[in-house]
Each structure stands twice: as structure tokens, then as C-alpha cells.
């Protein structure tokens, strides 16, 4: 698959694949369109050449009528939250299933405390998106992106911002979800310990190019040294720390 | 010269491309109102933040608009001895001209910004993807309630204003400049004519309504998501939306009551 914004190339001719039951990381520096990914995994961006395949289904080769029967069976976990903010945390949980189901009130009162339960945060149920925490508003929205029940979901850069006892519980819930629910999980991230922690494979991309892939240990005890840059977080290597710039003194003389 | 010219072109391209774009926006949104009629709440909860919110405005600028409207009539026709013909000034002004016109002013102001600093907001934080991802239609869930919501709070905005309007040029020319008070109610309901007035001026209000609020809906779905290009759809809002608020007034009033 490929991916172009305008005349700039995102990706060149990638190959990624999900497997089903397990946690696959996509991990690479800021910038390498990691979120374009998912949005194109999502359906909401085409790719230019190639195909995505979900279930046997050419995402961008759907109705829209199919291709929401299909995001029904994905959640998508956004970088901010993504939470209504002008409903409480209950109803954004209730929202989705509000939408697409015929249930009556009771039923889905058990299921948003459910749901709510399973992050911790059944007693945060009152409160507004604006009275959450960083990580509490990434809890919600992970009860928001499992409410329908999902086969499949997509977690934008879980980790960032998060304060260490936020990431540990979001860490943990991200793997015990995933066995749990049996659910197929894509995390979008750059934080390297806590996503090698949990992930199954990972795919490690810059310049629009898949540049490693394998599991985690496969990854530690890669040669690159590409890799070992990103994993070891060196901020100098194959990946300079310079943007490219002519030679400082020549700068600073003016030259 | 070329340059120049090549910069005009770029600019005409670049306001039909947009017109374009927001026509195809509207046309989205129509196609999923039938949808929405099964859900009224969303629009009456639009209503309440498009039409009440902006009630408060409405009144208080129709009371100063007609009792001023009043002031200026008395200081004119005084003169002629024509005091008297004071309300059909007054009622005449707001129901064909001032009440639409001015609504619709304070409409883009108020309820305009407020709708597209709302949805472009919800873009940048991205809550309209996020009900894409939810297999949520944005354009059935979140503008077309607002765009239906605005098109019907604008009709019964103006009526306030007229209304207010009214009544504040009864206080000026009846406590205020003594002209007696049945002079002035009777011949404001004399003077007035049922379609040609008032209806016209509930027919500009209607189509003032539907452009404000498509602006507004475009202008925010359409924004930059950063805190600059927000405020930059939201003063877009206000000016087009004043502009074309000014502009079919004059369209609409050489149809109605002229033969241009």
C-alpha cells in the first residue's frame, strides 16, 4: 500500500499484517504518519495504490453503508480521547450502543457499568469529559472503543502524556483486554518499553518504509543500528541529531 | 503583470473551489435530514442553544432598535406635524427591513460564531472522527440538527425583534412624546399589510436563517485545527455571514417590493 498528501509520499509500498488475537505495534518517530495509518486502516483515508484488507474485505472498495457495518466491529482508541465533551462519561459509553442497538435502558445501564468496570472508572460514571484526567479521559475512551463489543481495536499513541501509575494501568489494560475479549489490537506508538512490553510483533517504520519487523526480542538483539538508535533512544546515530545545516562555524561566520 | 494575473486567477479558482466544496457539504447534509426527522431531540436541543440562547440579544437590541427607530421618526415628522405617523414608521422599518436584517446580524454574531467555534472545535479534538469511527455520520448527527435548527430559530427571532421592536417604539412615542396611544396602535395596524410586510420579512428571515447557519456549519467543519485558523473560520463566519445577510436583503427587497 501507498499513500501520498499532495506531492509528499507518506508511505512507499508497505506490507503490514495484522494478526488475528494479537497485539501488533506500530512504532516509529514522530512524524512517519503512524496516526495516517490508522486512519487508513479505518477507512477514512484512501490509499493511493494498494488495497487493506480486513477480514477479507477491501476497506476502501466498501459502501458506506458497509464500511460502518464494519467500523462497528472496530474501536478506535484517539490520541486526545475523542470524547463528546458535552455529555458525561456515562453517555459517552451509552452513545455508540445508543446508536446502533435497539436495547432497552436497563440493559444498557449494565453494560456502560460493565464496560466502565473493566478501566476502573465505574464510579467516575457523572462526571464531564473537562473533569477528567489525562489518562482517565484515555480509560473512557477505551470503554467507549470496546462498547460494541469489538473484534478489532486501534490504539493512537496510548501512552503519551501519561503519568507513570496512568501508563502502567494503561499498559496492563491494553494486554489483559486483548486476552480477555479476545480482541485483534493495533498500538500506534513511540514510547518503546511499554509498547514492547505488551506487543506480540512489531513493525518499526521511518521514511515512509517499514525498516524492521519481528517480535520483541527479535527487535533487542536486531544488528541494526537503526533499530538500536530507536530502541536505545540515542539521540545521535543513523538518524542524525542535526537537521541538515551547513557547517556551524560557516553559519555563525555569516559565510 | 503576469504575476499578478496569475494571482487573480488563483484567487477566482480558489472562491468557486470552496463554493463548491460547501455546496457539496450541504447537499451531504440534506441527504441525511430524512434521516433525522426520526430523532426531534437533536434538533430541539439545537434549538435551545441556537434559538434561546439567542433570545436575550434579540430582545434587548429590538427594544433600543424601535425605541431609536421612534426618536428619529418624531424628530422628522415633527416638523411636517406628522408625529402621529410615527408607528407606521416604526412597525413599517422592522417588519420589512430592520427586524430580518438585523436578526440576522446578531444571529451570525452570536449563534454563528458559536457554531462554528463548536464544530471546529470538535474537529481539532476529534470528536468528528471519533463518531466516524463509531460508524456515527457526523453530517446526520451533528449539522444537519444545527443547519434545521437555525433555518427554524430565525423566523421566530425575527418575530421577537419586530415584537420588542414595536413595543420599544410605543414607550418613546407614547411615554416618551406624548402621541396618543391609540393613534399609534391603530394606525401600526392600519398600515400594515399581512403579506406584504410582514410575510416578506419572514421570508427574508427563513433564507437569512439557511445561509448563516450553512456558513457556520461549513465554516467550522472546514477549519484549520489549531487555535488560529478557529478563530479565523469563526471571524470568516461573521463577516460572509453579515455580508450575505446585507447583500440578499438588497436581492431579496428589489424582488419584493420593486421592479428592478
Redesign the interface.
Known amino acids: 500500500m501507498s499513500f501520498s498528501r499532495g506531492s509528499r509520499e507518506i508511505f512507499k509500498n508497505i506490507s503490514l499484517d495484522i494478526q488475528r488475537g494479537k497485539v501488533t505495534a506500530i512504532m516509529g518517530p514522530s512524524g512517519t504518519g503512524k496516526t495516517t495509518l490508522l486512519?487508513l486502516i479505518?477507512g477514512?483515508l484512501k490509499p493511493s495504490q494498494g488495497s487493506i484488507q480486513i477480514d477479507g474485505n477491501n476497506v476502501h472498495q466498501l459502501s458506506r453503508k458497509d464500511l460502518?457495518?464494519l467500523?462497528?466491529r472496530?474501536?478506535?482508541l484517539?490520541?486526545?480521547g475523542?470524547?463528546?465533551?458535552d455529555i458525561n462519561v456515562f453517555d459517552n459509553i451509552a452513545?455508540?450502543i445508543r446508536?446502533?442497538t435497539e436495547l432497552d435502558e436497563n440493559l444498557i445501564r449494565s453494560l456502560v457499568l460493565m464496560k466502565l468496570n473493566a478501566v476502573g472508572l465505574r464510579g467516575a460514571r457523572e462526571l464531564m469529559p473537562s473533569e477528567l484526567s489525562g489518562g482517565m479521559a484515555r480509560r473512557v475512551a477505551m470503554a467507549?472503543a470496546i462498547a460494541?463489543d469489538p473484534v478489532m481495536v486501534m490504539y493512537d499513541e496510548p501512552f503519551t502524556g501519561q503519568d507513570p501509575i496512568s501508563m502502567g494501568v494503561l499498559v496492563n489494560l491494553i494486554r489483559s483486554m486483548n486476552q480477555s475479549l479476545h480482541l485483534s489490537s493495533v498500538v500506534v506508538s513511540h514510547d518503546v518499553p511499554e509498547t514492547m512490553s505488551i506487543s506480540d510483533y512489531i513493525y518499526l517504520i521511518s521514511g515512509g518504509s517499514i525498516v524492521a519487523q519481528g517480535t520483541p526480542d527479535e527487535l533487542k538483539n536486531s544488528s541494526d543500528p537503526w533499530v538500536q538508535q530507536f530502541i536505545a533512544g540515542q539521540p545521535d546515530g543513523p538518524v542524525p541529531f542535526h537537521y541538515t545545516a551547513s557547517p556551524l562555524m560557516q553559519d555563525l561566520l555569516g559565510e | 503583470m503576469l504575476d499578478r494575473l496569475q494571482v487573480l486567477g488563483q484567487r477566482v479558482i480558489s472562491v468557486f473551489s470552496r463554493l463548491g466544496q460547501a455546496t457539496l457539504f450541504l447537499y451531504q447534509i440534506i441527504l441525511t435530514i430524512p434521516g433525522l426527522l426520526s430523532r426531534p431531540s437533536l434538533i430541539i436541543k439545537q434549538l435551545y442553544s441556537t434559538g434561546v440562547q439567542t433570545l436575550l440579544i434579540i430582545v434587548v437590541a429590538g427594544c433600543f432598535v424601535g425605541m431609536v427607530l421612534a426618536l428619529q421618526a418624531y424628530y422628522v415628522l415633527v416638523d411636517f406635524g406628522a408625529e402621529d405617523s410615527i408607528s407606521q414608521m416604526v412597525v413599517l422599518t422592522l417588519m420589512r427591513e430592520l427586524g430580518p436584517v438585523m436578526t440576522g446580524l446578531l444571529f451570525a454574531g452570536r449563534a454563528g460564531s458559536a457554531l462554528t467555534a463548536e464544530i471546529g472545535l470538535m474537529k481539532s479534538t476529534e470528536q468528528l472522527s471519533g463518531m466516524e469511527m463509531m460508524a456515527v455520520d457526523p453530517m446526520q448527527r451533528v449539522m444537519a440538527p444545527r443547519v434545521l435548527a437555525g433555518f427554524l430559530a430565525m423566523p421566530m427571532l425575527t418575530a421577537v425583534f419586530m415584537a420588542v421592536g414595536v413595543l420599544g417604539g410605543y414607550l418613546v412615542a407614547v411615554h416618551g412624546v406624548g402621541i396618543f396611544e391609540g393613534v399609534y396602535w391603530s394606525l401600526a395596524q392600519l398600515k400594515v399589510d399581512f403579506y406584504t410586510d410582514l410575510m416578506n420579512g419572514m421570508v427574508k428571515s427563513l433564507v437569512f436563517g439557511f445561509v448563516i447557519v450553512w456558513i457556520a456549519v461549513f465554516e467550522g467543519y472546514d477549519s484549520v485545527p489549531t487555535s488560529e485558523g478557529l478563530g479565523q473560520a469563526t471571524t470568516r463566519t461573521v463577516v460572509h455571514g453579515s455580508l450575505a445577510v446585507l447583500g440578499l436583503d438588497f436581492l431579496l427587497t428589489a424582488i419584493m417590493f420593486g421592479d428592478i
Not at chain 1, 475523542?82 to 465533551?85: G, R, V
Open positions: 486512519k479505518g477514512q460502518y457495518q467500523r462497528k472496530m474501536g478506535m484517539f490520541q486526545s475523542a470524547l463528546l465533551t452513545y455508540p446508536e446502533h467507549r460494541l
